[in-house]
């Protein structure tokens, strides 16, 4: 265990390790989660989902569910009063299934009462007719055509291709891998739950909702309540995490809707069964991919095909293929390529966000191949690596430049440089055992094995989307206050903003206002974005009021504004000898700024996969250090050391947090977590058999966090949320190859896939 | 579906009536929407994430898995009612907030009271003691890293404070 | 809800309401209601009943548990040193907060093929003590298991307690589970080895509808080797044994694991325990 020393510093700057403002109201259990809200007259909401992944809808019959006491209201697809679909990039998603059911799991009705047993036994008085039909599960088939649409707008998705290059070169090594990545669930705790209070006159709503994008939500539901924006008021419930799950909507519409019509307060809450019905989930997918390189190990050309299975509607999955297919070079050089790529509609559950967002899937796929090339050309990992790292000014296979710092080589030689753990005792105690206290092995039964990950990941969106973040900052009677709609879900931004404010403003006294639709929007909590553009906003906002501020000193004492400067908590002069604390500047002031900022725009891909589509980018080595009992398959992950290129530390316990919570979830989808899914249905929708790692799961950390100031982010960090899920994986599969010698080509990694 | 249970429950020290109740609702329902208690928190339904945790007689179990009816006669504590000796914070909530070892909070409740269980049966735990004591506690965000340093806070705390 | 504060007010409930449940730990009830498979009626809490919470030496060969002991009772004295197997298979069981309220009633009660004490008492032959308001009896765990979740108790009937011999020599237990807690078991084996009688007794967990004694590997054993406290057994004898016992048990494929794996997973288990039995 490490324990971090938390310096006691006078002011919780940028640097710092703050503590978070919300901290001792989560510890004593009064900060309030979406599920803790409640209202006075309140019903409770919930949901009929499709038993079948691809059927008909014969008939509904909601009279026996009215006639049960204590029901108020049942509602289906008849009565959702504007539209009837929506979407984050396409609206091709039912708010209730008509005619047809394609995914296990889709809504068909929801109901009110009085109780939420009462709900579950009304559920089962809902009748439905469904004409079973054969579901469309393998991508392939809708591919190759052989499978009617199941969806007026067809099987595909989208498809893209990345040509760059001499389509014809190839080397003397040619190495080449199908890879095969399981569904993994984001399993956030913080189960679904909202609030829906309707307005007295029932021509508006107020909903509370752990969301990842308030905005988006705002203008998805509206339209489908039909009202105007403005009668819909969002307010962001305390989120329990989110990891991608919630940037879809999901009970937000049925919600609103049964509060409207029961005209009472509506709450809603998933149980974990529902709740994985309930959220889209990580894309399953199939990859090819085969590099040529010279005899030295380098690079020459890169071909791949992608195969993402978007199940039944389409979320996010046109970006999400993108991502995946931009990065099927990994943090290397590479000149050649040629990419082709799949996103899918099937009536698998429907896939969308999840950390890492289609990179997960193409870098277990590309560090599986450097590991090929370092074995035919007799390099070591980190040799293979090294001659290959990518650097600031490179072009990728898009023909984008490499704007961002890529301090690659220097990632993977500081992780090299950590310590490796010691080696397994012959008396480890059983609980370091693969196995653990199941008592499977001796230390004698185990064999350790290390390998390598490396990875670049995408910042903000991409392909000319422009999310911008909005903040507002004013000062009134020596406080300053903080307005925005960036969604916390854990991540640490309610700490991070006021650290911002204290650093440009020099005043300590900061308050974070109520995070709702009052103000524009932040874009959403992914993408690794928020301290990037959210900070980026409030570092404008702030710069703004500071402004104004020197103005009004400069006025008074006869100062050009532009010789002043804050220090600490003073302004001063940096010409002349004045100073003046700003707490006194400030005295009588009130002022309030917004601030809108905007990263440099993105162009879309053209038909070859050319163009500038993304923002910025940032890197992460990883390395991994397994005990594996090879005859029972069972897996201990030991160390996973790590160098992060994050740009600048702004609050070094905050960041600590989010690389290892990022790496516990790499290893989940290394050796655990897998939605089990046959013909469509899925098999274990509970955490008896999703499993996620617990504490005799978690490995050593030891992370070290390489700033090179980042030019082009406002405050010279980079988004650290999602490389430390991505590369982690490859890493660990990576090291027990190393300690089984046998291939591995899929994750999660089975007790089977290494014993048999 | 009959609402006819009536009983009382002893918890955080006081006499709490529930009153109409269903049979089957658990002890996690009933603190959280019938006795103003919701700092203990469901996130699965079937004691596979501790999120639940409450004491019970003085052991630490899953309140979601207690038929609420059944736990009448028994002396039931929450993260509402851990005593912090007249501080804001018990030693290991504080530790919690300084270490970092809260990102979302959902799981932080059944955690803390998971380890004050722990350290009041086992004050100097060993590292692996730690790790099996709260091997019940799922975290989704921190990966756990911060919430052993919590621990060793909490640990080291609560030795200075009986060694003065 | 009637919270029983003696057997005798228990057993009467359970003869005046044929609807009637016990519930005890209720870690495997309230999953059952929480997931909407079962709609509770009547209730009978076994709780504050002090009768079945002893553990008790009837006579200096006998171990009898009262089946509302928590299993974090059975992970220490003075069960530990007694049934070593009971005590590494209680620690197994879910989560610390799963063992604080779970018991040896429930395991039997749900009578599930992954139960984690029942490898243990079918290796030890352990016998189940029932009892209703008009009678008692005590079957034989072997008798008491027929299927998955399926026993003989009746409902007016509670499992008061389980007997257990205490044996001279070794006994030892494994479960496969692919997280390193907290896991429903893949496979598991019990292995006892009576160092008085020679016999070497092994029962598998979650590999078939019930547990398995694996009686035909128990005898070729048995045919093949005279074992005392100080015999060490060879590689080649271990492998057999594995590989007997993985012929013996008759697994499923299904989302926790494939039959494959767990036939295999046995043989493994098999031989380690034997060897352990034996070092």
């Known amino acids: 265990m490490s324990t971090t020393k938390v310096e006691q510093r006078e002011r919780d700057i940028l640097g710092v390790s703050a503590i978070r403002p919300d901290g001792a109201a989560k510890v004593t259990g009064d900060f309030s989660f979406t599920s803790d809200m409640n209202a006075e007259n309140m019903l409770w909401g919930a949901t009929l989902r499709s038993p079948h992944p691809y059927a008909r809808i014969v008939s509904i019959d909601t009279s026996r569910a009215l006639a049960l006491p204590g029901v108020h209201c049942v509602i289906t697809a008849d009565d959702v009063p504007g539209k009837p679909t929506y979407g984050l990039i396409s609206s091709d998603q039912p708010v209730f299934a008509r005619d047809y059911v394609r995914y296990m799991g889709e809504p068909v009705a929801a109901l009110a009462a009085d109780h939420p047993e009462t709900c579950r036994r009304a559920l089962a008085l809902i009748d439905i007719e469904y004409e079973v039909l054969k579901p469309l599960t393998n991508a392939e088939d809708a591919i190759a055509g052989s499978f009617p649409p199941i969806h007026p707008d067809g099987n595909i998705i989208r498809h893209q291709r990345i040509v760059r290059g001499d389509q014809s070169a190839t080397g003397p090594i040619i190495v080449e891998g199908e890879y095969e990545i399981g569904m993994q669930d984001q399993a956030f705790l913080g189960l679904e739950a909202a609030l829906a209070i309707p307005d007295s006159h029932g021509k508006g709503v107020e909903l509370h909702v752990a969301t990842q994008w308030l905005h988006e939500d705002l203008g998805q539901i509206s339209a489908c309540l039909d009202l105007p924006p403005q009668n819909v008021r969002l307010i962001l419930g305390g989120v329990g995490g989110a990891f991608g799950a919630r940037e879809d909507i999901s009970l937000q519409v049925h919600c609103c809707l049964l509060a409207l019509k029961a005209g009472r307060p509506i709450k809603m809450q998933y149980g974990r069964e529902e709740s994985f019905f309930g959220h889209v989930h990580r894309h399953p997918a199939k990859i090819f991919m085969r590099h040529h390189a010279q005899s030295d190990g380098r690079i020459i050309k890169i071909e791949a095909r992608f195969v993402f299975d978007g199940g039944a509607y389409t979320s996010t999955s046109p970006a999400v293929l993108i991502n995946g297919i931009t990065h099927t070079q990994g943090p290397y050089k590479c000149d050649n390529a040629t990419v082709d790529g799949w996103a899918i509609r099937t009536n698998n559950p429907p896939c969308g966000a999840m950390r890492g967002f289609g990179v997960v899937q193409a870098c277990f796929a590309h560090e599986s191949q450097m590991d090929k090339i370092a074995t035919a050309a007799g390099l070591s990992a980190v040799d293979v690596r090294l001659i290959n790292a990518m650097e600031t000014g490179d072009t990728l296979i898009t023909g984008q430049a490499m704007e961002s710092i890529a301090p690659v080589a220097r990632c993977i030689i500081e992780t090299d440089h950590i310590p490796l753990p010691a080696p397994l005792a012959a008396n480890a105690h059983e609980l370091l055992l693969p196995g653990g206290s199941g008592l499977t092995a001796s230390a004698s039964h185990i064999v350790r094995g290390v390998g390598w990950g490396v990875s670049m990941k995408n910042l903000m969106y991409s392909e000319g989307f422009d999310d911008f973040a909005t903040a507002r900052c004013s000062i009134k009677e020596g406080v300053v206050y903080l307005k925005f709609a960036t969604s916390e879900v854990g991540q640490g931004f309610v700490t991070l903003a006021p650290q911002i404010a204290r650093s440009v403003l020099g005043l300590d006294d900061v308050v974070v206002e109520p995070i709702d639709t009052q103000i524009g929007s932040a874009g959403s909590t992914s993408a690794s974005r928020q301290t990037w553009m959210s900070g980026g906003a409030v570092d404008g906002a702030c710069r703004l009021v500071r402004e104004q501020i020197f103005q009004h000193v400069g006025k008074q004492n006869n100062i050009d504004p532009l010789r002043l400067v804050i220090e600490g908590t003073d302004i001063i002069d940096q010409i002349g000898t004045f100073r003046i604390a700003v707490r006194e500047a400030i005295d009588g002031l009130s002022i309030s700024e917004t601030f809108e900022h905007h990263h440099k725009p993105t162009e879309e891909l053209d038909e070859n996969g050319q163009g500038n589509c993304h923002t910025a980018f940032a890197f992460v080595a990883h390395r991994a250090v397994v005990d594996v009992d090879p005859e029972l398959g069972l897996v201990k992950v030991v160390q996973i050391a790590t160098a992060q290129d994050v740009g600048r530390v702004l609050n070094p316990l905050s960041a600590l947090g989010q690389i290892e919570g990022g790496i516990a979830q790499g290893l989940g989808l290394a050796v655990m977590e897998e939605i089990v899914i046959q013909d469509g249905k899925v098999r274990n929708p509970s955490f008896t058999d999703y499993l996620l790692p617990t504490t005799l799961d978690a490995p050593d950390v030891v992370a070290k966090m390489i700033e090179e100031y980042e030019p082009q982010a406002p405050l010279g960090a980079k988004g650290i949320g999602e490389p430390p899920c991505i590369s982690v994986t490859p890493a660990i599969v990576a090291a027990i190859r190393d300690a089984i010698a046998k291939d591995l080509h899929r994750i999660p990694v089975r007790p089977q896939d290494i014993c048999l | ?164 | 809800m009637i919270v029983a504060k003696n057997l005798d007010a228990a057993l009467f409930a359970l003869r005046e309401h044929d609807d009637a449940r016990v519930i005890q730990g209720g870690t495997d009830l309230m999953v059952e209601i929480n997931f909407n498979h079962l709609k509770p009626t009547t209730m009978v809490s076994l709780r504050h009943i002090p009768e079945l919470r002893t553990i008790t030496r009837p006579d200096s060969n006998t171990i009898s548990i009262g089946s509302g002991v928590p299993y974090s009772q059975l992970e220490i004295e003075p069960v530990a040193s007694v049934l070593p197997a009971l005590a590494q298979a209680s620690r197994t069981v879910g989560s610390p907060q799963i063992r604080a309220a779970g018991s040896l009633g429930g395991n039997l009660g749900t009578c599930s093929p992954a139960g984690d004490t029942l490898p243990v008492m079918f290796a030890l032959d352990a016998n189940i003590h029932l009892q209703s308001a008009d009678s008692q009896r005590t079957v034989s765990i072997h008798q008491f298991m027929t299927g998955v979740k399926r026993n003989v108790k009746r409902q007016d009937e509670i499992i008061t307690a389980v007997d257990f011999p205490i044996i001279d020599g070794w006994q030892g237990y494994s479960k496969v589970g692919v997280r390193n807690a907290m896991v429903i078991s893949v496979a598991s084996a019990c292995l006892v080895a009576d160092h008085e009688s020679g016999d070497v007794r092994l029962a598998l967990g979650s590999v078939g509808p019930t547990i398995i004694r694996c009686r035909e590997t128990e005898q070729w054993l048995k045919d093949n080797t005279s074992l005392t406290r100080n015999s060490v057994i060879s590689p080649d004898i271990a492998r057999e044994f594995g590989a007997r016992a993985s012929r013996e048990c008759s697994p499923i494929d299904d989302h926790r694991s494939t039959a494959q794996y767990r036939r295999h997973a046995i043989s493994i288990l098999a031989a380690r325990l034997l060897q352990k039995a034996y070092a």
């Not at chain 2, 270490?99 to 955690?111: D, I, K, R």
């Open chain 2, 1 to 164: 579906m009959s609402m006819n249970e009536f009983y009382t429950l002893n918890v955080n020290g006081q006499s709490m009536q529930v009153q109409d109740s269903w049979v089957g609702e658990s002890l996690l329902y009933v603190l959280r929407e019938r006795l103003g208690l919701p700092g203990s928190k469901g996130a699965c339904e079937q004691g596979e994430c501790g999120s639940c945790t409450v004491l019970l007689d003085g052991q630490a179990v899953c309140s979601c898995l207690v038929m609420a009816a059944t736990a009448v006669d028994s002396t039931i504590v929450t993260v509402e009612g851990l005593d912090a000796h007249g501080a804001e914070l018990t030693d290991v909530q504080d530790a919690f907030v300084q270490q970092g070892a809260v990102q979302c909070g959902f799981c932080t409740p059944g955690l803390i009271v998971a380890i004050h269980h722990l350290l009041d049966e086992n004050p100097q735990p060993s590292e692996l003691e730690v790790k099996e004591a709260i091997s019940g506690n799922i975290c989704r965000c921190t990966g756990y890293g911060r919430i052993f340093a919590a621990v060793e806070q909490a640990v080291a705390v609560r030795k200075a404070s009986h060694t003065s």
